[in-house]
């Protein structure tokens, strides 16, 4: 796996929002690697991080916020310094985003064939017939049926369903290697969600392309990650193959997210209640951040911040599993 | 799309019967016409005589009908002031004020536009709070106040601009134009400022909020994600999202600006419709404030009616009514 570069990188990334009452450490210092045609599952409480991340990667952290430090590389490349018009060129032609609603990322007074030939054209120098051809090779990919007929529809002539396909084509008009999806099926109806993960799980396999999927559905993670990391209060808790995780977490925080899923075949399970909430930003506990709600605290956990630990193939932020800790032994 | 388009024209028809109503009325309520038109010494056989030629002897409904259906054959009756057929008179004055009117709009849309997307663009900047300092100026000084310091600075202190009247124009046919002269464009300058001022304070402040609206919503975020470019995103995707609501407002506010030329005209005398609408309230030349006053009203709904036409060639989730979805 080490010898070959993976397509994205992130080193120690640490991501602050400035306010008023100081810097609030939205990513508090998270490492992963995505390889090519690997899917990433990230999964974690809403307000863990999972959006910052992306939005990190993809150069578009919203105001006030920004990145204090780590690094992002895509294909061994450092893109988290590079200047404003040289990532703006790596966004939509090597890193491609998908966002939740897929009612609302589409420009309404545009037609979907404006809108892909823009960004065709934006990124490559085909001829606008070209380019419209290729548009409607991809809607075609997507799975848009009569595409040449489609295409010159407005947005609000399509279901939400297969207005994500048009989002989908949107992000992949230029073949990226990475795709970032941030809970791509959130908003959908529940019977198209998984007919819309499975297109972009097939895609990533047809191109080669490094997927990081966002989601709170354990199903989907289960059926179509190959890794999955489990974010907490901007950190990565654990991260592992997700077979492992799911049927072996070794984090309490993870434990308690997988122990509700009564098989990996019901897609349908969502994460469970753990009792308590993640703190806000402003009040992220010291040592672990998970300790007032963890049942395996101890007195270390409220002192000292875990590091991630290697544990065959998990890595894992927890000071249950540090050998130099005194409790190690009496969790099993 | 053709219910809709009836149920507005019902409106725009139900409006302006009303309005005739108002006009009528003026008539009635206002003195008795018969003594604008006969001098004091008239004998009342000879009255009499005028009132049942004017038809003021009918039932009041049937004067009412009468009345509306000369006003839509363009017949608003004779000036008491000046003795000549209120039509010829408004369609004399009335290039003066569309052409006011329409420089005005053009200058307010222009200049409002472009302050609003800079300020809406660059929030913190010098120039956005120079613009908003003049926005604040533009809605808080009344009209006559600003003209009248355009005058003093730029007629009176500098003598660059005329401080009064349209200057030398051209006559096309019926249509006398000061587009064509110097001194025509020059006069336009300073009523034109004076009179869009306040739709430009307008028209910047909307499109400034809404241009900060969209920059935050989730399609200038995906299309940020595609890497389209900067001015793609501002000028492509942004602005036309806030094109809407200027058009409500520029056409909206059309009437107005004709309205509010009154008082543009009067400080700069200006030979328009409003100017002859100040002298006939003077001189209680009631055909021509009753004229002048459905006129007005005319051009309120036509452009109301324009509007909503509008808003479906920009924006096409309007139009999903007519089209077949597929
Ligand atoms: N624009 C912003 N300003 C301030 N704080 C933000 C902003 N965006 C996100 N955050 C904070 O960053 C944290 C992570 O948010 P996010 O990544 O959106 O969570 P999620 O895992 O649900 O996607 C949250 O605590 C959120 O409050
Ligand atoms: S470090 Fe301590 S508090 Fe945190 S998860 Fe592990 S046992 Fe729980
Ligand atoms: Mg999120």
Redesign the pocket.
């Known amino acids: 796996m080490s010898v070959v570069q993976p397509v994205l990188s992130v080193r120690d990334l640490r991501v602050e929002f400035v306010t008023r009452r100081g810097a609030l450490k939205a990513i508090d210092g998270i490492s992963f690697d995505i390889a090519k045609g690997e899917v990433l599952g990230v999964v974690g409480e809403s307000g863990a991080g999972k959006s910052v991340t992306g939005s990190a990667v993809i150069g578009l952290i919203d105001p006030p916020g920004r990145i204090a430090g780590g690094e992002i590389l895509l294909s061994g490349m450092r893109i988290d310094n590079l200047p404003p018009e040289e990532m703006r060129r790596i966004r939509g032609k090597r890193i491609g985003m998908i966002f939740q609603d897929p009612l609302t990322s589409l420009n309404p007074l545009y037609r979907v064939s404006e809108q892909l030939v823009e960004t065709i054209r934006t990124h490559t120098n085909l001829s606008s017939s070209a380019a419209r051809k290729r548009a409607i090779d991809l809607l075609a990919d997507v799975g848009i049926p009569a595409p040449e007929r489609r295409i010159d529809s407005y947005p609000h002539e399509f279901s939400g369903g297969m207005r994500q396909r048009v989002v989908i084509a949107l992000a992949l008009c230029v073949e990226p290697e990475l795709i970032i999806a941030d809970e791509p099926t959130t908003a959908l109806d529940v019977s198209v969600q998984a007919q819309i993960i499975a297109l972009l799980k097939r895609l990533g396999r047809e191109h080669g392309t490094a997927i990081m999927l966002v989601t709170h559905d354990m199903g989907v993670i289960a059926e179509t990650a190959d890794r999955v990391a489990v974010m907490y209060a901007g950190r990565i808790a654990e991260i592992g193959p997700v077979r492992d995780v799911v049927q072996n977490p070794l984090?309490?925080?993870a434990k308690g997210l997988m122990g509700a899923i009564p098989s990996l075949e019901s897609a349908a399970d969502r994460l469970v209640q753990i009792p308590g909430s993640m703190p806000r930003l402003s009040a992220i506990p010291p040592g672990?951040p998970?300790?007032p709600r963890?049942p395996?605290?101890?007195d270390r956990?409220r002192v000292e911040r875990?590091e991630p630990i290697q544990q065959s193939e998990h890595r894992v932020a927890?000071?249950?599993y540090d050998q130099s800790s005194v409790r190690s032994e009496a969790v099993a | 799309m053709l219910a809709f388009t009836i149920r507005r024209a019902l409106q725009a028809i139900g409006v302006l019967l009303a309005v005739g109503i108002i006009a009528f009325a003026m008539f009635r309520f206002a003195g008795d016409p018969v003594n604008q038109i006969v001098s004091l010494d008239t004998p009342a056989a000879e009255r009499e005589q005028v009132r049942r030629s004017l038809g003021l002897d009918d039932p009041v409904p049937v004067q009412f009908v009468r009345y509306l259906a000369q006003s839509i054959q363009g017949d608003f009756g004779v000036s008491y002031q000046f003795r000549q057929p209120v039509s010829d008179l408004l369609a004399e004055r009335m290039p003066a004020t569309l052409e006011l009117a329409i420089c005005a709009t053009i200058f307010s849309t222009v200049f409002g536009v472009l302050m609003g997307v800079y300020s809406g663009l660059r929030r913190d900047s010098f120039l956005t709070k120079v613009f908003q300092t003049v926005s604040l100026v533009g809605i808080s000084l009344p009209t006559f106040l600003i003209g009248i310091l355009l005058i003093y600075l730029f007629a009176v202190t500098l003598g660059w601009l005329p401080s009064y009247g349209r200057g030398d124009t051209v006559q096309i046919g019926w249509w006398s134009t000061g587009l064509l002269t110097v001194s025509g464009l020059k006069a336009l300058i300073m009523p034109s400022i004076t009179l869009g001022l306040f739709q430009m304070t307008l028209i910047m402040r909307i499109v400034r909020a809404e241009m900060m609206e969209v920059l935050r919503t989730d399609y200038i975020k995906f299309a940020r994600a595609r890497g389209l470019t900067t001015r793609a995103i501002h000028f492509g995707h942004a602005l036309k999202n806030t094109l809407v609501p200027v058009i409500t407002i520029v056409g909206l506010q059309f009437g107005s600006v004709i309205a509010f030329a009154i008082i543009t005209e009067t400080v700069f005398q200006w030979p328009g419709m409003g100017l002859l609408f100040v002298q006939a309230v003077q001189n209680v030349d009631i055909p021509i404030m009753a004229a002048y006053l459905m006129l007005v009203a005319l051009i309120f709904v036509a452009i109301n009616l324009a509007v909503d036409i509008l808003y479906t060639v920009v924006d096409p989730r309007l139009r999903t009514t007519i089209r077949q979805p597929t």
């Open positions: 984090h309490p925080y672990c998970f300790n963890c395996y605290v101890f956990c875990p927890c000071h249950l």
